[in-house]
């Protein structure tokens, strides 16, 4: 059961994403799944990875500069790193790309700083950790 404290740490940590992408990165987002914002698009799950569920990120957005898709998953590290849940989300949206020119999707995980060893491991165990399209992100905000 995810906690009102654990709630409010994740929309934080997603609206610290969007930030971080429009401001930092200059990419357009396209979704967010967060009050007044359009839903991200789900990603089908079609080849079965992990628990075989279609997932949905927390950010979606686009680099009109590279032309590459942008995916960005938001986790408070309570208990939302190492489930088949998560790796499956990370494995789903790191391996996709755009179909018009073949580049492959980047994926953005915002953990607090505290988790990023945790988020390391999981995306070592699951072969994600050295790829050039997953970015992890430590937010400071939060310990």
Sequence with gaps: MVTKA????HEGLVRD?????????GYRITGADLKGYTQPQVVKN?????????KMPDVDAFDDST???VRGEAKTGDGDLNTEHSKTQFLLFANRHNKANGKS???YIIVPESKIDELKAVLREIGLLDRDNVVWVKSGKYA
């Design 46 to 54: 079609s080849d079965g990875v992990g628990d075989g569920e279609n």
């Design 6 to 9: 654990e709630s409010a740490l």
């Design 67 to 69: 032309e590459v898709y």
């Design 17 to 25: 994403l969007l930030s971080w992408f429009e401001q930092e990165k």
């Design 105 to 107: 999707s980047l994926l």
